[in-house]
């Protein structure tokens, strides 16, 4: 990682005004399919070298052909001169063939398989009912090395909705960890300081992605001012104490926790809708935003880890080349993309962010 730094003459201080670091990945991506990943996609692949993709489409990706068509159409997608790279997923259900998924991922098609609660968020009404249930899929992951990846929140509805990460730690998470020693696992999305200590606790096989809009909002953030549905996201923002831990987490260095931006568009019209859409569209300013984070926790020389380095290194995968330059300048965000006939919000959308993207090396 570089730095360049100008010293202000008044307060006696140095501040870094430009960061280049090695080329990042996010690790929890939506695309979804059609208009809206040609929409999307273009965000994601200017600032990171490679995604891992969700399977949760309509019908999920539960087939290594599935995969397979799905990569290709993101393959095609990709503006031109792009060199990202999709990392596909399987999309775990209660009738998941072993088989397959060691096939795929022996193969190269997916890099992990996804665990869904049945109707735990967006289009996971065909995901996992009983997951003790799902021991022998388990069991060929962890001989085999592929990780799974967890959407950690109970399905109960007598659990409240702020209530219901803790809940599918205590009474599903942990109980699989025991159960399986030697699987590993992404915690996605962690969102309460709780979560944050049981990925450090088991930091051997277990890491945690953290979203930027987590670390940015609260849960008072989706009520300021009326309802903001735009803020609106499953796992749902937690307390203030929950934001501060997350930006610890993020910022401390620790090689268990990296950038899984969990960016998820939806038409407006999806949002502003008597039962709004789950999701944060948030691709369009993951880079900005982290980076903003890090410089206002005074970490930035921790950065480098947390995007590029961390989740390759849990994932066995090689380190990018080339590298991504961020300056201190102010970037007038976009407050929408267009997709067909109407759009998505962007996260932080309108407003002006204090560092930019920059140069790209190859």
């Not at 999305?189 to 890491?207: C, F, K, M, P």
């Not at 909002?217 to 996201?233: D, T």
Request: net charge negative.
């Amino acid at each position: 990682m570089n730095v360049t730094e100008l010293f202000d003459h008044v307060s006696g201080t140095s501040r870094v005004e430009r960061i280049t670091i090695r080329r990042p990945d996010d690790f929890h991506v939506h695309l979804r399919d059609g208009a809206m990943l040609e929409a999307v996609l273009p965000f994601t692949a200017a600032q990171f070298v490679r995604g891992v993709i969700m399977p949760n489409l309509v019908p999920p990706v539960t087939s290594v052909a599935m995969a397979r068509g799905y990569r290709e159409r993101i393959l095609k997608a990709r503006p031109d001169g792009s060199d990202f790279q999709p990392l596909m997923t399987c999309y775990l259900t209660d009738a998941a063939d072993r088989d397959e998924i060691e096939r795929g991922f022996r193969d190269g098609v997916w890099v992990a398989a996804k665990l869904y609660p049945a109707g735990a968020t967006t289009n996971a009404h065909f995901g996992v009912t009983d997951i003790p249930a799902l021991a022998p899929v388990f069991e060929r992951m962890e001989t085999i090395g592929m990780p799974v990846l967890i959407h950690g929140e109970s399905t109960d509805p007598d659990v409240d909705i702020f209530d219901r990460e803790a809940a599918f730690m205590e009474q599903s998470l942990l109980p699989l960890l025991k159960r399986h020693p030697g699987l590993k696992i992404v915690i996605e999305h962690v969102t309460t300081a709780e979560t944050a200590d049981i990925v450090r606790a088991h930091v051997s096989r277990a890491a945690g992605t953290i979203t930027p809009h987590h670390l940015v909002i609260n849960r008072s953030s989706i009520f300021q001012g009326g309802l903001r549905p735009h803020l609106y996201c499953l796992p749902v923002a937690k307390r203030e104490r929950h934001r501060l831990a997350l930006r610890k987490a993020a910022t401390s260095g620790e090689p268990c926790f990296f950038i899984g931006t969990d960016t998820a568009p939806h038409r407006r019209t999806a949002k502003e809708a008597e039962c709004c859409s789950a999701g944060i569209f948030g691709g369009a300013t993951a880079l900005q935003t982290y980076l903003q984070v890090f410089d206002e926790e005074c970490a930035l020389d921790r950065f480098e880890a947390f995007a590029s380095v961390n989740g390759a290194r849990f994932y066995g995968l090689e380190l990018n080349g080339g590298t991504i330059t961020l300056e201190r300048r102010e970037s007038p965000v976009l407050a929408a993309v267009a997709v067909e006939d109407t759009e998505v919000v962007v996260f932080q959308g309108g407003q002006t962010l204090p560092w930019s993207v920059g140069e790209v090396t190859r």
